[in-house]
């Protein structure tokens, strides 16, 4: 099955402190998309390119806030990528990204890690914005970009209480 990473904004090393931390910060994620999460990439205002991921390897619940339900990424430490992959540059690039926290973007973990930067797959991909969205912002509507999802069925996030060996 095709695994999820989630894609995120936050200045500084935010994924080093998260990972350190064990989890992320609450997001409004439909639980329909749980199965498949597998990695966090939190970008950096600045950031040029993807160098490091987190796994995800749980969600937990954590309550509703502003009538939606949201859940904590719990974290199982951050792997370097062998090659850092390019964000590029372009105004659909500049659209797709989040801009903060709660905002949050998804794209399969396979399809990232063979594009050449994240404008070329955005452009490749069939349908604009394709990925799924989540927005947090004042006055944002909640909802997923054009409305598509991951493929069904289990993915690699783990349900038990216990963390994976």
């Not at 309550?63 to 540059?89: A, N």
Request: charged share 20%; glycine share 10%; hydrophobic share 35%.
């Amino acid at each position: 099955m095709a695994h999820t990473v989630l894609i995120t904004a936050h200045p500084g090393a935010a994924l080093a402190k998260a990972c350190l931390r064990g989890s992320w910060v609450p997001l409004p994620l439909p639980e329909h998309l749980h199965q498949n999460l597998s990695h966090l990439i939190i970008l950096s205002p600045t950031g040029t390119a993807i160098e490091e991921v987190g796994r995800i390897w749980t969600l937990q619940r954590v309550g509703t806030l502003d009538d939606r339900l949201h859940w904590l990424p719990l974290l199982d430490g951050r792997r370097r990528l062998r090659h850092p992959i390019p964000l590029g540059d372009g105004p659909q690039l500049e659209a797709w990204l989040p801009r903060h926290c709660l905002q949050w973007r998804l794209l399969p973990v396979q399809e990232l890690l063979l594009a050449d930067s994240v404008a070329e797959l955005l452009s490749s991909r069939a349908a604009p914005g394709r990925g799924d969205r989540g927005d947090q912002a004042p006055g944002a509507s909640p909802g997923h970009g054009s409305g598509t999802s991951p493929p069904p069925g289990p993915g690699p996030v783990h349900r038990s209480a216990d963390r994976p060996g």
